[in-house]
Protein backbone atom coordinates (compact mmCIF):
# COMPACT_ATOMS: atom_id res chain seq x y z
CA UNK A 1 0.00 0.00 0.00
CA UNK A 2 0.75 3.67 -0.59
CA UNK A 3 1.92 5.19 2.16
CA UNK A 4 0.25 9.35 3.15
CA UNK A 5 1.22 11.93 5.26
CA UNK A 6 -2.40 12.14 6.47
CA UNK A 7 -5.61 10.30 6.27
CA UNK A 8 -9.09 12.07 6.90
CA UNK A 9 -11.68 9.54 8.00
CA UNK A 10 -14.89 11.03 6.50
CA UNK A 11 -15.78 13.24 3.79
CA UNK A 12 -18.54 15.14 5.73
CA UNK A 13 -18.14 19.20 5.78
CA UNK A 14 -15.38 18.91 8.42
CA UNK A 15 -13.61 16.27 6.79
CA UNK A 16 -13.43 17.38 3.10
CA UNK A 17 -12.23 20.79 4.07
CA UNK A 18 -9.42 19.48 6.84
CA UNK A 19 -8.91 17.59 3.49
CA UNK A 20 -8.06 20.44 1.49
CA UNK A 21 -5.87 22.11 3.89
CA UNK A 22 -3.61 19.41 3.93
CA UNK A 23 -3.67 19.56 0.00
CA UNK A 24 -2.64 23.39 0.57
CA UNK A 25 0.04 23.28 2.75
CA UNK A 26 1.62 20.25 0.63
CA UNK A 27 0.34 16.83 2.74
CA UNK A 28 0.03 13.66 0.72
CA UNK A 29 -3.61 12.82 1.69
CA UNK A 30 -5.91 10.35 1.64
CA UNK A 31 -9.95 10.72 2.30
CA UNK A 32 -11.79 7.31 3.42
CA UNK A 33 -15.09 7.60 3.05
CA UNK A 34 -17.73 4.63 4.10
CA UNK A 35 -20.95 6.07 1.80
CA UNK A 36 -20.63 6.20 -1.61
CA UNK A 37 -21.28 9.82 -2.14
CA UNK A 38 -19.49 13.20 0.03
CA UNK A 39 -21.14 15.16 2.21
CA UNK A 40 -22.37 13.67 5.58
CA UNK A 41 -25.52 15.25 6.30
CA UNK A 42 -24.53 17.73 3.37
CA UNK A 43 -26.44 15.99 0.79
CA UNK A 44 -29.41 15.98 -0.53
CA UNK A 45 -31.86 13.28 -1.81
CA UNK A 46 -34.58 12.60 -4.58
CA UNK A 47 -38.35 11.14 -4.21
CA UNK A 48 -40.92 11.60 -7.41
CA UNK A 49 -40.38 15.02 -8.88
CA UNK A 50 -38.47 16.56 -5.91
CA UNK A 51 -35.02 16.99 -4.87
CA UNK A 52 -34.93 17.36 -1.33
CA UNK A 53 -32.03 19.43 0.80
CA UNK A 54 -30.83 16.32 3.26
CA UNK A 55 -29.88 19.14 5.95
CA UNK A 56 -29.14 22.72 5.30
CA UNK A 57 -31.61 25.15 6.15
CA UNK A 58 -29.44 28.12 5.60
CA UNK A 59 -26.06 28.33 5.53
CA UNK A 60 -24.11 30.81 8.59
CA UNK A 61 -21.53 33.20 7.75
CA UNK A 62 -21.05 33.30 3.95
CA UNK A 63 -22.43 37.10 3.02
CA UNK A 64 -22.31 38.45 -0.54
CA UNK A 65 -19.14 39.43 -2.59
CA UNK A 66 -19.43 43.08 -1.07
CA UNK A 67 -19.97 41.86 3.02
CA UNK A 68 -17.78 38.84 2.87
CA UNK A 69 -18.62 36.75 5.81
CA UNK A 70 -16.17 34.11 7.60
CA UNK A 71 -17.36 30.76 5.98
CA UNK A 72 -16.91 32.70 2.19
CA UNK A 73 -13.54 33.83 3.23
CA UNK A 74 -12.59 30.59 3.96
CA UNK A 75 -13.93 29.03 0.60
CA UNK A 76 -12.07 31.85 -1.27
CA UNK A 77 -9.06 30.66 0.41
CA UNK A 78 -10.18 26.88 -0.35
CA UNK A 79 -10.61 27.82 -4.41
CA UNK A 80 -14.47 26.80 -3.80
CA UNK A 81 -16.79 29.60 -4.07
CA UNK A 82 -17.05 30.07 -7.56
CA UNK A 83 -17.84 26.34 -8.15
CA UNK A 84 -21.18 27.07 -6.38
CA UNK A 85 -24.28 28.73 -7.02
CA UNK A 86 -25.34 30.74 -4.09
CA UNK A 87 -29.35 32.24 -3.10
CA UNK A 88 -29.82 34.50 -0.11
CA UNK A 89 -32.24 33.58 2.15
CA UNK A 90 -34.95 36.47 2.25
CA UNK A 91 -35.68 36.82 6.06
CA UNK A 92 -33.93 35.72 9.00
CA UNK A 93 -37.05 34.11 10.89
CA UNK A 94 -40.43 33.42 11.60
CA UNK A 95 -40.89 32.55 15.54
CA UNK A 96 -43.79 31.49 16.67
CA UNK A 97 -44.61 30.34 20.35
CA UNK A 98 -47.46 29.38 22.29
CA UNK A 99 -47.30 30.13 25.96
CA UNK A 100 -46.31 33.42 25.45
CA UNK A 101 -48.43 34.24 22.02
CA UNK A 102 -46.11 35.46 20.09
CA UNK A 103 -45.61 35.46 16.44
CA UNK A 104 -42.71 37.58 14.86
CA UNK A 105 -41.07 37.93 12.03
CA UNK A 106 -37.21 38.93 11.71
CA UNK A 107 -35.33 40.63 9.37
CA UNK A 108 -31.87 40.49 8.09
CA UNK A 109 -29.54 43.55 8.63
CA UNK A 110 -28.83 45.11 12.21
CA UNK A 111 -30.67 47.88 11.86
CA UNK A 112 -33.84 46.22 10.26
CA UNK A 113 -33.51 44.22 12.83
CA UNK A 114 -33.97 46.60 15.81
CA UNK A 115 -36.13 49.08 14.60
CA UNK A 116 -38.29 45.48 13.84
CA UNK A 117 -37.92 44.16 17.53
CA UNK A 118 -38.75 48.34 18.23
CA UNK A 119 -42.09 47.83 17.13
CA UNK A 120 -42.96 44.61 18.28
CA UNK A 121 -41.38 45.74 21.89
CA UNK A 122 -41.53 49.15 22.49
CA UNK A 123 -38.68 50.55 24.65
CA UNK A 124 -36.55 47.78 23.36
CA UNK A 125 -33.60 49.65 21.18
CA UNK A 126 -31.43 50.75 24.02
CA UNK A 127 -30.98 46.82 24.90
CA UNK A 128 -30.68 45.71 21.27
CA UNK A 129 -27.82 47.85 20.52
CA UNK A 130 -25.84 47.05 23.63
CA UNK A 131 -26.53 43.13 22.58
CA UNK A 132 -25.13 43.84 18.85
CA UNK A 133 -22.33 46.03 19.90
CA UNK A 134 -21.26 43.28 22.42
CA UNK A 135 -21.95 40.36 19.50
CA UNK A 136 -19.59 42.29 17.29
CA UNK A 137 -16.77 42.42 19.73
CA UNK A 138 -17.53 38.64 20.28
CA UNK A 139 -16.93 38.40 16.74
CA UNK A 140 -13.53 40.40 16.31
CA UNK A 141 -11.99 38.27 19.21
CA UNK A 142 -13.07 34.74 17.90
CA UNK A 143 -11.16 36.32 14.63
CA UNK A 144 -8.14 36.80 16.98
CA UNK A 145 -8.18 33.43 18.88
CA UNK A 146 -8.66 31.73 15.72
CA UNK A 147 -5.44 33.60 13.66
CA UNK A 148 -3.64 32.29 17.25
CA UNK A 149 -4.78 28.72 16.14
CA UNK A 150 -5.06 28.58 19.99
CA UNK A 151 -2.37 30.18 21.66
CA UNK A 152 -3.37 32.75 22.47
CA UNK A 153 -2.19 35.75 24.60
CA UNK A 154 -4.68 36.07 27.09
CA UNK A 155 -3.49 39.93 28.58
CA UNK A 156 -3.88 40.93 24.44
CA UNK A 157 -7.32 39.78 25.44
CA UNK A 158 -8.19 41.24 28.15
CA UNK A 159 -6.55 44.80 27.14
CA UNK A 160 -8.69 44.40 23.28
CA UNK A 161 -11.55 42.70 23.94
CA UNK A 162 -12.32 43.47 27.64
CA UNK A 163 -16.41 42.71 27.04
CA UNK A 164 -15.62 39.39 25.56
CA UNK A 165 -13.57 38.31 28.42
CA UNK A 166 -15.94 39.55 30.86
CA UNK A 167 -19.01 37.84 29.05
CA UNK A 168 -17.01 34.60 29.10
CA UNK A 169 -18.46 32.25 32.16
CA UNK A 170 -22.14 33.77 31.56
CA UNK A 171 -25.21 32.06 29.97
CA UNK A 172 -27.10 33.95 27.23
CA UNK A 173 -30.00 34.75 29.88
CA UNK A 174 -27.96 35.90 32.41
CA UNK A 175 -26.35 38.56 29.69
CA UNK A 176 -29.06 39.54 28.19
CA UNK A 177 -30.77 40.30 31.69
CA UNK A 178 -27.61 42.35 32.50
CA UNK A 179 -27.84 44.47 29.54
CA UNK A 180 -32.01 44.94 30.78
CA UNK A 181 -33.75 43.46 27.85
CA UNK A 182 -37.56 43.02 28.30
CA UNK A 183 -39.01 39.80 28.29
CA UNK A 184 -40.37 40.01 25.16
CA UNK A 185 -37.57 40.99 23.33
CA UNK A 186 -35.70 38.23 24.70
CA UNK A 187 -37.99 35.85 23.43
CA UNK A 188 -37.79 36.74 20.35
CA UNK A 189 -34.35 36.95 20.10
CA UNK A 190 -33.96 33.62 21.83
CA UNK A 191 -35.69 32.02 18.64
CA UNK A 192 -32.14 30.93 16.80
CA UNK A 193 -31.55 28.66 20.37
CA UNK A 194 -32.50 24.98 18.56
CA UNK A 195 -29.76 25.57 16.08
CA UNK A 196 -26.91 25.32 19.07
CA UNK A 197 -29.58 22.78 20.97
CA UNK A 198 -28.48 23.89 24.16
CA UNK A 199 -31.04 26.03 26.35
CA UNK A 200 -30.42 29.55 26.93
CA UNK A 201 -29.87 29.25 30.84
CA UNK A 202 -27.43 27.05 30.04
CA UNK A 203 -25.87 27.88 26.96
CA UNK A 204 -22.81 30.45 27.04
CA UNK A 205 -23.57 33.92 25.78
CA UNK A 206 -20.40 34.36 23.61
CA UNK A 207 -21.65 31.04 21.67
CA UNK A 208 -25.09 32.56 21.01
CA UNK A 209 -24.10 36.14 20.26
CA UNK A 210 -21.30 34.69 17.81
CA UNK A 211 -24.29 33.30 15.56
CA UNK A 212 -26.69 35.38 15.90
CA UNK A 213 -24.39 38.82 15.03
CA UNK A 214 -23.29 36.62 11.71
CA UNK A 215 -26.77 35.89 10.55
CA UNK A 216 -28.12 39.44 11.19
CA UNK A 217 -24.82 41.14 9.60
CA UNK A 218 -24.45 38.77 6.71
CA UNK A 219 -27.72 37.21 6.07
CA UNK A 220 -28.02 33.72 5.05
CA UNK A 221 -27.37 31.19 2.19
CA UNK A 222 -27.55 28.08 0.54
CA UNK A 223 -26.67 26.92 -2.77
CA UNK A 224 -28.98 26.11 -5.66
CA UNK A 225 -28.33 22.57 -6.02
CA UNK A 226 -28.43 21.91 -2.34
CA UNK A 227 -25.51 21.12 0.40
CA UNK A 228 -24.73 18.30 -2.18
CA UNK A 229 -23.87 21.37 -4.55
CA UNK A 230 -21.34 22.50 -1.81
CA UNK A 231 -19.78 18.83 -0.97
CA UNK A 232 -19.26 18.09 -4.71
CA UNK A 233 -17.13 21.26 -4.62
CA UNK A 234 -15.16 20.53 -1.81
CA UNK A 235 -14.42 16.81 -3.45
CA UNK A 236 -13.29 18.19 -7.02
CA UNK A 237 -10.92 20.92 -5.20
CA UNK A 238 -9.16 17.48 -3.37
CA UNK A 239 -8.83 15.82 -6.61
CA UNK A 240 -7.50 18.88 -8.28
CA UNK A 241 -4.65 19.75 -5.68
CA UNK A 242 -3.76 15.73 -6.05
CA UNK A 243 -5.72 14.33 -3.37
CA UNK A 244 -6.68 11.18 -3.49
CA UNK A 245 -10.94 9.93 -1.96
CA UNK A 246 -11.97 7.00 -2.04
CA UNK A 247 -15.80 6.21 -1.56
CA UNK A 248 -17.38 2.88 -0.26
CA UNK A 249 -14.26 2.61 2.12
CA UNK A 250 -15.00 2.99 5.54
CA UNK A 251 -12.26 3.10 8.06
CA UNK A 252 -12.52 0.19 10.72
CA UNK A 253 -9.23 0.79 12.86
CA UNK A 254 -6.53 3.71 13.59
CA UNK A 255 -3.10 1.79 14.61
CA UNK A 256 -0.83 3.35 17.21
CA UNK A 257 2.95 2.74 17.42
CA UNK A 258 4.77 1.64 20.95
CA UNK A 259 4.96 5.00 21.92
CA UNK A 260 0.93 5.34 20.95
CA UNK A 261 1.40 7.37 18.25
CA UNK A 262 -1.07 6.83 14.73
CA UNK A 263 0.90 4.70 12.81
CA UNK A 264 -2.08 3.78 10.09
CA UNK A 265 -5.28 3.24 9.18
CA UNK A 266 -7.29 -0.50 8.86
CA UNK A 267 -9.77 -0.65 5.89
CA UNK A 268 -12.77 -2.83 6.09
CA UNK A 269 -11.39 -4.39 3.26
CA UNK A 270 -8.64 -5.55 5.10
CA UNK A 271 -6.18 -3.37 3.58
CA UNK A 272 -3.85 -1.12 6.20
CA UNK A 273 -2.76 2.26 5.21
CA UNK A 274 0.29 3.68 6.80
CA UNK A 275 0.09 7.40 8.13
CA UNK A 276 1.32 9.49 10.87
CA UNK A 277 -1.53 11.59 10.65
CA UNK A 278 -5.24 11.00 10.99
CA UNK A 279 -8.24 13.39 11.14
CA UNK A 280 -11.06 11.91 12.20
CA UNK A 281 -14.27 13.66 11.20
CA UNK A 282 -16.25 11.14 13.20
CA UNK A 283 -17.26 11.45 17.43
CA UNK A 284 -14.84 10.91 19.71
CA UNK A 285 -17.07 8.07 21.03
CA UNK A 286 -17.23 5.64 18.22
CA UNK A 287 -12.87 6.42 17.68
CA UNK A 288 -11.94 5.85 20.99
CA UNK A 289 -14.69 3.36 21.79
CA UNK A 290 -14.63 1.05 18.79
CA UNK A 291 -11.75 1.83 16.56
CA UNK A 292 -8.86 2.04 18.93
CA UNK A 293 -7.25 -0.09 21.04
CA UNK A 294 -5.28 0.98 24.34
CA UNK A 295 -7.15 4.03 25.44
CA UNK A 296 -6.09 5.37 28.04
CA UNK A 297 -8.49 6.37 31.56
CA UNK A 298 -8.04 9.95 31.09
CA UNK A 299 -9.19 9.91 27.29
CA UNK A 300 -11.89 7.43 28.24
CA UNK A 301 -13.28 9.87 30.94
CA UNK A 302 -13.25 12.82 29.45
CA UNK A 303 -14.37 11.72 26.04
CA UNK A 304 -17.51 10.07 28.52
CA UNK A 305 -17.82 13.84 30.66
CA UNK A 306 -19.41 15.02 27.45
CA UNK A 307 -23.27 14.67 26.41
CA UNK A 308 -24.76 14.27 23.18
CA UNK A 309 -26.63 16.99 22.11
CA UNK A 310 -30.02 17.22 20.05
CA UNK A 311 -30.89 13.75 18.26
CA UNK A 312 -32.56 14.14 14.87
CA UNK A 313 -36.07 14.14 13.05
CA UNK A 314 -36.89 15.17 9.83
CA UNK A 315 -40.04 15.59 7.80
CA UNK A 316 -39.46 16.23 4.31
CA UNK A 317 -42.46 17.24 1.96
CA UNK A 318 -43.34 17.71 -1.88
CA UNK A 319 -46.46 19.50 -2.36
CA UNK A 320 -48.52 19.83 -5.21
CA UNK A 321 -49.51 23.20 -4.74
CA UNK A 322 -47.15 26.63 -5.08
CA UNK A 323 -46.24 27.96 -1.67
CA UNK A 324 -48.29 31.06 -2.69
CA UNK A 325 -51.12 28.80 -3.01
CA UNK A 326 -50.86 26.88 0.21
CA UNK A 327 -50.40 30.80 2.22
CA UNK A 328 -46.77 29.43 3.10
CA UNK A 329 -45.30 32.96 3.07
CA UNK A 330 -41.45 32.28 4.92
CA UNK A 331 -38.42 30.32 4.18
CA UNK A 332 -37.67 29.66 7.66
CA UNK A 333 -40.07 29.14 10.84
CA UNK A 334 -39.21 28.13 14.58
CA UNK A 335 -42.46 26.50 16.15
CA UNK A 336 -42.22 26.83 20.33
CA UNK A 337 -44.46 25.80 23.28
CA UNK A 338 -42.50 28.19 25.33
CA UNK A 339 -39.80 30.75 25.00
CA UNK A 340 -38.73 29.90 28.22
CA UNK A 341 -36.20 27.67 26.74
CA UNK A 342 -35.05 25.59 29.82
CA UNK A 343 -39.20 24.39 29.86
CA UNK A 344 -38.71 23.69 25.99
CA UNK A 345 -35.86 21.84 26.50
CA UNK A 346 -37.52 19.05 28.78
CA UNK A 347 -40.80 19.08 27.10
CA UNK A 348 -38.13 18.36 23.94
CA UNK A 349 -36.72 15.22 25.81
CA UNK A 350 -39.40 12.47 24.71
CA UNK A 351 -41.29 11.82 21.91
CA UNK A 352 -44.92 12.36 24.11
CA UNK A 353 -44.11 15.75 24.47
CA UNK A 354 -41.79 17.24 21.63
CA UNK A 355 -43.90 19.07 19.45
CA UNK A 356 -41.67 21.92 18.87
CA UNK A 357 -40.00 22.55 15.29
CA UNK A 358 -38.21 24.75 12.66
CA UNK A 359 -38.85 24.33 9.43
CA UNK A 360 -38.60 25.52 6.02
CA UNK A 361 -39.99 26.09 2.83
CA UNK A 362 -36.95 26.08 0.24
CA UNK A 363 -38.93 27.62 -2.35
CA UNK A 364 -38.76 31.12 -0.52
CA UNK A 365 -35.91 31.28 -1.26
CA UNK A 366 -35.45 29.78 -4.58
CA UNK A 367 -38.66 29.53 -6.11
CA UNK A 368 -37.79 26.80 -8.93
CA UNK A 369 -36.08 24.30 -6.61
CA UNK A 370 -39.27 21.87 -7.21
CA UNK A 371 -41.20 21.83 -10.69
CA UNK A 372 -43.92 24.48 -11.38
CA UNK A 373 -46.92 24.51 -9.21
CA UNK A 374 -45.27 22.43 -6.24
CA UNK A 375 -43.51 23.68 -3.18
CA UNK A 376 -41.03 21.61 -0.86
CA UNK A 377 -40.97 21.30 2.82
CA UNK A 378 -38.33 20.34 5.66
CA UNK A 379 -39.34 19.89 9.18
CA UNK A 380 -36.85 19.31 11.91
CA UNK A 381 -36.79 18.59 15.61
CA UNK A 382 -34.36 17.65 18.02
CA UNK A 383 -34.80 15.16 21.04
CA UNK A 384 -32.71 16.02 24.00
CA UNK A 385 -32.67 12.35 25.33
CA UNK A 386 -32.03 9.40 23.74
CA UNK A 387 -35.69 8.68 24.10
CA UNK A 388 -36.26 6.73 20.66
CA UNK A 389 -33.89 3.91 22.30
CA UNK A 390 -37.69 2.78 24.21
CA UNK A 391 -39.72 2.83 21.28
CA UNK A 392 -39.95 -1.14 20.34
CA UNK A 393 -39.00 -2.27 17.04
CA UNK A 394 -42.22 -3.36 16.63
CA UNK A 395 -43.94 0.31 17.00
CA UNK A 396 -41.03 2.39 15.24
CA UNK A 397 -43.21 2.52 12.48
CA UNK A 398 -46.16 3.81 14.07
CA UNK A 399 -44.41 5.92 16.39
CA UNK A 400 -42.79 7.59 12.90
CA UNK A 401 -46.34 8.45 11.48
CA UNK A 402 -47.30 9.69 14.73
CA UNK A 403 -44.29 12.40 15.29
CA UNK A 404 -44.98 12.85 11.62
CA UNK A 405 -48.58 13.43 11.80
CA UNK A 406 -48.21 15.66 15.03
CA UNK A 407 -45.64 17.92 13.00
CA UNK A 408 -48.19 18.38 10.27
CA UNK A 409 -51.09 19.55 12.55
CA UNK A 410 -48.93 21.54 14.59
CA UNK A 411 -47.54 23.68 11.39
CA UNK A 412 -51.05 24.04 10.29
CA UNK A 413 -52.10 25.27 13.60
CA UNK A 414 -49.77 27.79 14.38
CA UNK A 415 -49.76 29.36 10.33
CA UNK A 416 -52.91 28.65 9.31
CA UNK A 417 -51.49 27.09 6.27
CA UNK A 418 -53.12 24.04 5.07
CA UNK A 419 -50.51 21.53 3.54
CA UNK A 420 -52.02 17.94 4.49
CA UNK A 421 -54.01 17.11 1.15
CA UNK A 422 -51.41 18.55 -1.31
CA UNK A 423 -49.10 16.20 0.07
CA UNK A 424 -47.70 14.13 -2.65
CA UNK A 425 -43.97 12.70 -1.35
CA UNK A 426 -43.38 12.39 2.25
CA UNK A 427 -40.18 10.87 3.56
CA UNK A 428 -39.00 11.17 7.26
CA UNK A 429 -35.93 10.40 9.14
CA UNK A 430 -35.86 9.49 13.01
CA UNK A 431 -32.67 9.06 15.13
CA UNK A 432 -32.40 5.90 13.59
CA UNK A 433 -31.98 7.07 10.26
CA UNK A 434 -29.00 9.33 11.42
CA UNK A 435 -27.08 6.93 13.67
CA UNK A 436 -27.17 4.90 10.28
CA UNK A 437 -26.14 7.43 8.25
CA UNK A 438 -22.90 9.04 9.51
CA UNK A 439 -22.45 6.58 12.13
CA UNK A 440 -23.56 9.28 15.04
CA UNK A 441 -24.43 7.76 18.05
CA UNK A 442 -28.06 8.03 19.46
CA UNK A 443 -28.61 9.54 15.96
CA UNK A 444 -27.08 12.56 17.67
CA UNK A 445 -27.09 15.38 14.64
CA UNK A 446 -25.55 18.41 16.89
CA UNK A 447 -22.39 16.95 18.01
CA UNK A 448 -21.61 17.17 21.60
CA UNK A 449 -23.91 19.82 23.56
CA UNK A 450 -22.63 23.22 24.25
CA UNK A 451 -22.88 23.16 27.76
CA UNK A 452 -21.45 26.13 30.15
CA UNK A 453 -18.27 23.95 30.85
CA UNK A 454 -17.79 22.97 27.55
CA UNK A 455 -19.05 24.98 25.36
CA UNK A 456 -17.47 27.29 22.42
CA UNK A 457 -14.52 29.15 24.59
CA UNK A 458 -13.50 26.09 26.86
CA UNK A 459 -13.18 24.19 23.90
CA UNK A 460 -11.46 26.83 21.85
CA UNK A 461 -8.84 27.34 24.77
CA UNK A 462 -8.36 23.47 25.56
CA UNK A 463 -7.57 22.52 22.39
CA UNK A 464 -3.88 21.88 22.83
CA UNK A 465 -5.60 19.38 25.66
CA UNK A 466 -7.97 17.59 23.37
CA UNK A 467 -4.93 16.47 21.22
CA UNK A 468 -4.03 13.37 23.67
CA UNK A 469 -2.72 10.68 20.82
CA UNK A 470 -0.27 12.17 18.33
CA UNK A 471 -1.07 12.03 15.07
CA UNK A 472 -4.80 11.87 16.02
CA UNK A 473 -6.69 15.25 15.24
CA UNK A 474 -10.64 15.72 15.10
CA UNK A 475 -12.71 17.81 12.51
CA UNK A 476 -16.46 18.55 12.53
CA UNK A 477 -19.46 18.35 14.28
CA UNK A 478 -17.90 16.59 17.52
CA UNK A 479 -14.85 18.89 17.53
CA UNK A 480 -13.51 22.39 19.00
CA UNK A 481 -15.91 24.65 17.02
CA UNK A 482 -19.02 22.54 17.70
CA UNK A 483 -21.95 21.50 15.57
CA UNK A 484 -22.99 23.36 12.33
CA UNK A 485 -22.36 23.82 8.71
CA UNK A 486 -19.82 26.71 9.55
CA UNK A 487 -18.34 25.43 12.77
CA UNK A 488 -17.69 22.12 11.01
CA UNK A 489 -15.92 23.41 8.28
CA UNK A 490 -14.05 26.22 10.70
CA UNK A 491 -13.13 22.97 12.34
CA UNK A 492 -11.69 21.36 9.36
CA UNK A 493 -9.77 24.66 8.42
CA UNK A 494 -8.10 24.56 11.85
CA UNK A 495 -7.49 20.96 12.34
CA UNK A 496 -6.07 20.74 8.62
CA UNK A 497 -3.88 23.90 9.11
CA UNK A 498 -2.59 22.27 12.48
CA UNK A 499 -2.07 18.56 11.42
CA UNK A 500 0.66 20.61 8.28
CA UNK A 501 2.16 22.07 11.46
CA UNK A 502 2.42 19.02 13.04
CA UNK A 503 4.14 17.20 9.79
CA UNK A 504 6.24 20.65 9.04
CA UNK A 505 7.11 20.10 12.54
CA UNK A 506 8.62 16.48 12.48
CA UNK A 507 10.24 17.30 9.03
C1 LIG B 1 -31.81 17.55 9.57
C2 LIG B 1 -30.60 18.40 9.86
C3 LIG B 1 -30.69 19.76 9.77
C4 LIG B 1 -29.57 20.56 10.01
N1 LIG B 1 -29.64 21.90 9.79
C5 LIG B 1 -28.54 22.66 9.87
C6 LIG B 1 -28.55 24.04 9.49
O1 LIG B 1 -29.53 24.58 9.00
N2 LIG B 1 -27.44 24.77 9.65
C7 LIG B 1 -26.31 24.24 10.14
O2 LIG B 1 -25.32 24.94 10.26
N3 LIG B 1 -26.24 22.93 10.50
C8 LIG B 1 -27.32 22.13 10.37
N4 LIG B 1 -27.26 20.80 10.69
C9 LIG B 1 -26.02 20.25 11.30
C10 LIG B 1 -24.95 19.98 10.24
O3 LIG B 1 -25.49 19.22 9.20
C11 LIG B 1 -23.79 19.23 10.89
O4 LIG B 1 -23.33 19.92 12.03
C12 LIG B 1 -22.60 19.12 9.94
O5 LIG B 1 -23.00 18.73 8.66
C13 LIG B 1 -21.66 18.10 10.55
O6 LIG B 1 -20.56 17.94 9.71
P1 LIG B 1 -19.41 16.94 10.06
O7 LIG B 1 -18.16 17.49 9.49
O8 LIG B 1 -19.42 16.64 11.52
O9 LIG B 1 -19.73 15.64 9.20
P2 LIG B 1 -20.91 14.56 9.16
O10 LIG B 1 -22.05 15.13 8.39
O11 LIG B 1 -21.16 13.98 10.49
O12 LIG B 1 -20.23 13.48 8.23
C14 LIG B 1 -19.26 12.56 8.69
C15 LIG B 1 -18.86 11.68 7.52
O13 LIG B 1 -17.92 10.72 7.96
C16 LIG B 1 -18.27 9.46 7.42
N5 LIG B 1 -17.72 8.44 8.32
C17 LIG B 1 -17.98 8.28 9.64
N6 LIG B 1 -17.26 7.26 10.13
C18 LIG B 1 -16.52 6.78 9.10
C19 LIG B 1 -15.56 5.73 8.99
N7 LIG B 1 -15.24 4.97 10.03
N8 LIG B 1 -14.98 5.52 7.79
C20 LIG B 1 -15.29 6.30 6.71
N9 LIG B 1 -16.21 7.29 6.77
C21 LIG B 1 -16.80 7.53 7.95
C22 LIG B 1 -19.78 9.47 7.37
O14 LIG B 1 -20.29 8.53 6.45
C23 LIG B 1 -20.04 10.92 6.94
O15 LIG B 1 -20.02 11.05 5.54
C24 LIG B 1 -28.35 19.96 10.43
C25 LIG B 1 -28.26 18.56 10.53
C26 LIG B 1 -29.36 17.78 10.22
C27 LIG B 1 -29.22 16.28 10.23
Known sequence: MKKYDAVVIGAGNGGLVAAIRLLQGGAKTLVVEKHNLPGGFATSFRRGRFEFEASLHELNDFGTADNCGDVRTLFNELGVTDKIEWLQIPEAYRVISREENIDATMPFGVQAFIDKMESYVPGSRPSMEKFFALAEEIRSAQAYTNAQNGKVDSKYMVANYGNYVRCGSYSVNEVLDAIKMPKKAKDILNAYWCYLGAHCDDLSFIHYASMVIRYITRGAAMPKMRSHEISLALTERIRELGGEVWFNTEAVKILTDKDGAVSGVVLDDGRTIE??????????????????????EEIIKATNARKFA?????MFLGLNKSADELGIENHNYFLYDTMDTAKQYDIMKKIATNEAQATVC?????????PEGTCMMYFTTLYMDDDWANVKPEDYFKVKDMVAEKMIARFEKDTGSKIRDSIEEISVATPMTYAR?????????????????????PRLLMMAEDHKTKGLRFAGGYSMRLSGYSSAYFSGDITGRQTVGDIKREG
Open 362 to 370: LNRAYPECS
Open 437 to 457: YCGHPQGDIYGYESQYWDGLT
Open 275 to 296: TRHVIANCAPHVVYGKMMDNVS
Open 310 to 314: GRGFT
